[in-house]
């Protein structure tokens, strides 16, 4: 059960091992081989693990991105400190082998006593798999002239424009070099997974912010819903179709001025969208629908019956049954022009509790995956501006990053292709 699989160690150059074990204390030191050891082999056939299902790590893509939605996220940016390009080499391989382990799941090893433990232990004696993924992205500030990678830089990566009613002014959640990802069937499982992956890069970047993020049941059934009290995440494009992922998910070397490093990859954008709730709760249920452009009850739209009925704008050109200026009808306008622009959804809800005057501080974790920031979200981002809606909602955080190619097997990591 705890066989060291030497295939999940071989790529780890002594050098790469050394230089983070520095920047850990030397207990860390001693536990980071043990655990690599003791943790369940990560070429082990892709049984469910001790617990839950075990979502595989490698693979032209990344995890994460079209994976069912798990129901607790973490959405953490870091500024990657490392010293120069040979240490976010070290980073990036000592960052694949901690997912590589993590989302195995596997017993943790015997603590020596005189040593610090080997594990936070958070998650007992054996981790779950916990349908765990983590996923790495990297922001446009890597790209400048600290790693000699600005020729490297993917075309569409830029930072994340302020829009008009964005509430970002003095925010301490914005941008970042580095972004992850991690997500999981419990709460637990994706703090135990940070804080293992804190520990052991230390001293090659370090948390700048996080947004934690809940992924509700569907009340009664189907789509589940945001804090609004709507369905969301019902409309997305059909990624299970090759076409249609390779035409607005993944990125392509070689292709739309891109390099051809970033091959498998896709453009993350993460927005933090507070949810003005006392506001909303005093509108009537027919403006909340027409807002929205979709039934609060069941999810359908205002011209349908169920949740997945489409709508037909094209025969309402007036917006008599679905405003022009409803929310879904300004992301997506179903004309030919805008079956480019589409992207997929995969927000979380979060709750911070209060805020000093009392009130909820509620929202929208909005996150969506593309083949092109500029053609996809930040063109429906500008129809959206000026919607009702805006006087709801308060985005005040939130970053652009460029998801990494998946790491293709045992001996692969993410960013190979960018570093080599
Ligand atoms: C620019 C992109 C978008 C932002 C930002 C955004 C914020 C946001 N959305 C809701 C609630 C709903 N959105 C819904 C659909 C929907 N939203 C976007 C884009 C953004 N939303 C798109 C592309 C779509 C799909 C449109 C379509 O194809 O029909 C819905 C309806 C249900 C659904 O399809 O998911 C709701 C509800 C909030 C509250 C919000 C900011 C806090
Ligand atoms: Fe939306």
Redesign the pocket.
Known sequence: MTALDPSATEHRSPLARRAFLRGASAGAAVTAGALAGAFAAAAEPQSAGPSGRRIPFHGPHQAGITTPQQDAASFVSFNVIAPDRAGLSELLRTLTERIRLLTSGGPVPATDLASPPTDSAILGPVLPADGLTITVSVGASLFDDRYGLTARKPAKLVAMPVFPDDNMLGSKELHGDLSLQICADSRDTVMHALRDITRHTRGGMQPSWKADGFHAAPRPSGTPR?Q?G??????NPEIDDRTVADSVLWTHGGANGEPAWVEGGSYQVV?I?R?LVEFWDRVSLREQERM?G?RRDS?APLDGTGESDAPDFQSDSQGLLTPMNS??RL??PRTPDSAGQ?FL?RGYNYDRGLDLDGNLDV??I?CCYQQDVERQ?QT??QR?AGEP?VDY?SPTGGGYFFTLPGAKGPSDWLGSTLLS
Do not use: T, V, W, Y
């Open positions: 945001n609004l709507f369905k969301d995440g019902i409309s927005r969208i949810m929205i979709r999810g929310h879904i992301a997506n589409r959804r929202g929208l909005f979200f429906a981002q959206l809606l909602i």
